[in-house]
């Protein structure tokens, strides 16, 4: 069986970057809606409701005005944007979060794609947790670098447009109230948002994120062995996904952890460094944020909810 897809803001970022994906499936019928229609009520409507599956790359509020479109009780959802990543009735669309995340989203009517940020961190924080290594009332702190595709089109046109004269290194979300922040603290498990620094470099694509964690303020210590083993053992139980953990290795320093280093995959990579006698470690997340941070991600949950081998179009 065909399955009739529609992606709803096809001309952005992600959306250019989700039908290239899929434009050589032969299970798959893209629905296009003609240029002079897309910003048309009506005819949205038309194609969201003939779709089996909706993907929605939009800003917040036309994603939450495509999901009020939809009459019929078929049309399945993945939302790229941030509108419904903490809602109810949605399920969050990071597959290897939990052993059991797969399979919630592969039978979910409403998906919500995670943020590209926020997976770098859940990824790093919610095993330790999990695993009783991280209290959930740590004090955590977050930081990191993306491209500027991050940002959008708006984004992309200014750094391609002043060229060398771009800011190198542009930190933001300095008032500390990065829209973000509701899904990381939800999926974390921590109970308290994190401190969020995020930065923009000027290149296209790739981020690395980084979580310091200052441990001795624990109870009890978890050596840099037991933190990499707690996520060894959590992403070793999530079938066929693509977080990896690096092996642990001790390293002053570590050329190697290019933000760029696994662009065009949907891999997203972990690096644990420890040093046991100070009682700190740093969790590093090496990942595409147009592949697993958005595109990448909404193609493998909907290969889910298609029940189809989660890696079809994408490259490890």
């Known amino acids: 069986m065909v399955a009739r897809v529609f992606i709803d803001g096809e001309a952005g970022t992600t959306g250019l970057q989700i039908r290239e994906r899929l434009a050589m499936r032969r299970d798959l019928e ?10 048309d009520p009506a005819a949205r409507a038309d194609y969201l409701n003939k779709a089996d599956i909706a993907i929605l790359c939009l800003p917040d509020a036309a994603a939450r005005e495509s999901v009020e479109l939809i009459q019929n009780d078929t049309t399945r959802v993945i939302d790229a944007s941030s509108a419904h990543r903490v809602a109810d009735g949605w399920a969050y ?19 919500a794609n995670p943020g590209c940020w926020p997976q770098g961190l859940i990824a790093s924080v919610r095993p330790l947790i999990a695993a009783g290594l991280l209290k959930a009332d740590f004090p955590l ?8 595709s991050g940002g959008g089109k708006g984004m992309i046109a200014d750094y391609e447009g002043r060229g060398t004269d771009a800011n190198v290194f542009a930190p933001y979300a300095l008032g500390f109230n990065h829209k973000h922040l509701p899904e990381m603290t939800a999926y974390t498990l921590l109970e308290a948002a994190p401190l969020f620094t995020p930065s923009v470099g000027n290149y296209y694509k790739g981020m690395l994120t980084v979580v310091p964690l200052n441990l001795a303020a624990q109870d009890k210590v978890p ?25 642990l290795e001790p390293l002053e320093r570590a050329d190697f952890l290019d933000p760029q280093a ?16 100070r009682a700190q470690a740093a969790i590093i997340a090496v990942y595409d944020n147009l592949g697993k941070g958005a595109s990448g991600a909404a193609v493998q949950n909907l290969n889910l909810m298609l029940g189809v081998d989660q890696a079809t179009s994408l490259a490890a």
């Open 141 to 148: 702190t977050y930081h990191g670098v993306s491209g500027y």
């Open 262 to 277: 696994v662009n065009d995959t949907n891999l997203l990579r972990l690096h644990v460094f420890a040093n046991d006698a």
């Open 93 to 111: 669309g990071f597959a290897e979060m939990a052993a059991d995340q797969a399979e919630i989203i592969a039978s979910a009517m409403r998906v």
């Open 30 to 39: 893209l629905l296009s809606i003609p240029e002079e229609s897309r910003k």
């Open 223 to 247: 050596t840099g062995a037991e933190l990499h083993a707690a996520l060894t053992d959590h992403f070793a139980a999530t079938d066929n996904g693509f977080v990896e953990v690096a092996p």
